[in-house]
């Protein structure tokens, strides 16, 4: 498997444009996760889907945020409008949570610039 | 908001030496887990340690979990360069939602 794929690498954008983050999942999890990185906040979770479903969305930060998990294989970010402090590192992260393992697989992120 | 607090928030070693890194954490729990970030990478996951577990060894890494304290410490023997890393606890849920600390970077000499 290809493992957990983020679009695109990086993103430069400026201040007021939407910006949109995708993530595919590796294929029969079930559980789609996205985070957000800084340096002064850490790793932070903002939504949580389990079968396309949000579960808990209490870690958006604002309604500038919304994401979106149309099918299995595909769940969408988007910012609009963008602000400099959303400039961050991204994460998604999928897994299983099958009766002996808990972990989940991280994408490679996508680092967000806003200008 | 994080949930966990790591002990080093950074540490620096010789290689062959070994290298202990403390987590506390404030909610409930069903595992405790361990991941790694290398710089400009996402997470990879080392270890999990079941919350009715104490001790768990994978390879050069031993991880301990006391609920009593609310602690985990994690443990990597004969340290290589290659071992220069950011590491991560997170505290997970039956469901699969994980809280993370803020993490300790590692480096190690070589």
């Known amino acids: 498997d290809a493992g957990v794929i983020q679009s695109p690498r990086h993103e430069v954008t400026e201040m007021g444009q939407e910006v949109t983050l995708r993530c595919k999942p590796i294929?029969?999890?079930?559980?789609l996760f996205w985070y957000r990185q800084t340096m002064m906040r850490g790793l932070e979770l903002l939504i949580y889907?389990?079968?396309?479903?949000?579960?808990?969305d209490s870690g958006m930060p604002e309604d500038r945020f919304s994401a979106k998990m149309p099918n299995a294989s595909f769940s969408t970010l988007k910012i609009q409008p963008s602000e400099p402090r959303d400039s961050a590192v991204y994460f998604c992260?999928?897994?299983?949570?099958?009766?002996?393992?808990?972990?989940?697989?991280f994408g490679p992120g996508t680092r967000l610039t806003v200008t | 908001s994080q949930q966990g607090e790591e002990d080093p928030q950074a540490l620096s070693i010789q290689e062959g030496e070994n290298a202990t890194m403390n987590c506390s954490y404030k909610?409930?729990?069903?595992?405790l887990q361990w991941y790694r970030q290398n710089s400009g990478r996402g997470l990879v996951h080392l270890i999990l340690i079941r919350s009715n577990e104490r001790e768990k060894h994978s390879g050069r890494l031993r991880v301990t979990l006391d609920t009593s304290k609310k602690s985990s410490s994690l443990l990597i023997t004969a340290s290589r360069a290659a071992d220069t890393a950011s590491y991560f606890c997170a505290g997970g849920t039956s469901y699969g939602k994980l809280t993370f600390g803020q993490g300790t970077i590692l480096t190690v000499h070589p």
């Open positions: 992260a999928s897994s299983y949570p099958g009766q002996e393992t808990y972990e989940q697989y």
């Open positions: 889907f389990n079968n396309n479903v949000p579960i808990d």
């Open positions: 909610t409930s729990i069903n595992n």
């Open positions: 294929s029969g999890h079930d559980y």
